[in-house]
């Protein structure tokens, strides 16, 4: 069975569980979301549409991508999944006829040729989990894509930057950027909270810091609220920009999730809600990143 037949029963047992068929947009948001409520694993609904066909690919989906999709109809993993198709082979397979054989003849070595020219395609140079540039810009820079690059380590995502990981990894300045920073928050962090629609990919995040549970309370409201307080106004003075790598909205990895600034209409001196204000980043125009301030 061939890889893409494998793949085209996976998208109906998908789409049979989740009750529709992949037809528009709101389609595969949906999918996204119950992926996401099943199995705790973040597909986005571009990834899902490349899958399906519904955009244009020139590269075979991945098995990090395609094993969020077999987990969600049972089993362990993509591997786990081609096991167990080619594990029970039809009829027709178990009883070729003569005219199978000369057609195979004719078309295994055309297959085999496909496929050389898929794995030297320049999407498969990335081996690890990270996936591979999707786009870049004239100058060779990468691009990176709201929920779609993601990191195992603060490491990986600094070194995009010229940045070496430090004490404050998670919160770190761009080097000759004006308030502009690297940020790693965590998702429902116990101090900070951060806090935020999980499943739209956290349109705005809202922050605000309380004491560490289970600690004794030794800092009064007081003491919280004027702390708070001046976080606010000095980011407010700032108005910093926030290139976002968020931990744990998928397990054990940092997901991208777009630019953010303070919304300073939502914010208050108790919780500031920072607010998405661009999908993606193109690590050759840093410097035009100030034109996101521009209300």
């Not at 404050?168 to 761009?174: G, H, K, L, S, V």
């Not at 935020?196 to 956290?202: H, T």
């Not at 630019?259 to 050759?284: A, C, N, Q």
Request: glycine share 4%.
């Amino acid at each position: 069975m061939t890889d893409n037949a494998v793949i085209e029963l996976l998208r109906k047992a998908v789409e049979q569980k989740a009750g529709r068929n992949m037809r528009t947009p709101k389609d595969f948001d949906f999918l996204s979301h119950c992926i996401f409520e099943d199995c705790h694993q973040m597909v986005s609904s571009s990834t899902l549409k490349r899958i399906w066909g519904y955009v244009q690919s020139d590269s075979t989906p991945r098995s990090s991508s395609l094993t969020p999709l077999a987990q969600y109809i049972g089993y362990t993993d993509w591997e786990d999944y081609v096991s167990k198709q080619e594990a029970a082979p039809s009829i027709a397979d178990a009883q070729p006829s003569k005219k199978t054989h000369r057609w195979a003849l004719i078309l295994i070595p055309l297959a085999l040729a496909a496929l050389l020219l898929v794995f030297l395609h320049p999407s498969f140079s990335n081996t690890g989990d990270t996936p591979a540039v999707h786009q870049q810009t004239a100058s060779g820079k990468r691009v990176l894509h709201k929920g779609e690059d993601f990191f195992r380590t603060i490491e990986e995502y600094l070194q995009l930057f010229g940045i070496e990981a430090g004490d404050t990894a998670y919160f770190r300045p761009i080097p000759n950027l004006k308030y502009v920073y690297v940020w790693g928050p965590e998702y429902g962090h116990p101090v900070w909270h951060n806090e935020g629609d999980s499943l739209q990919l956290m349109p705005t995040i809202t922050e605000y810091w309380t004491p560490l549970p289970g600690v004794a309370n030794q800092q009064s409201e007081k003491y919280i609220y004027l702390a708070n307080e001046k976080l606010y106004y000095e980011r407010m003075i700032k108005d910093e920009l926030r290139i976002t790598f968020m931990r744990d909205l998928t397990p054990n990895m940092y997901v991208f999730l777009g630019i953010y600034r303070m919304d300073r209409e939502l914010s208050t001196p108790e919780k500031f809600v920072w607010r998405r204000v661009s999908d993606s980043l193109d690590l050759g125009l840093l410097d035009q990143l100030d034109l996101l301030r521009k209300d």
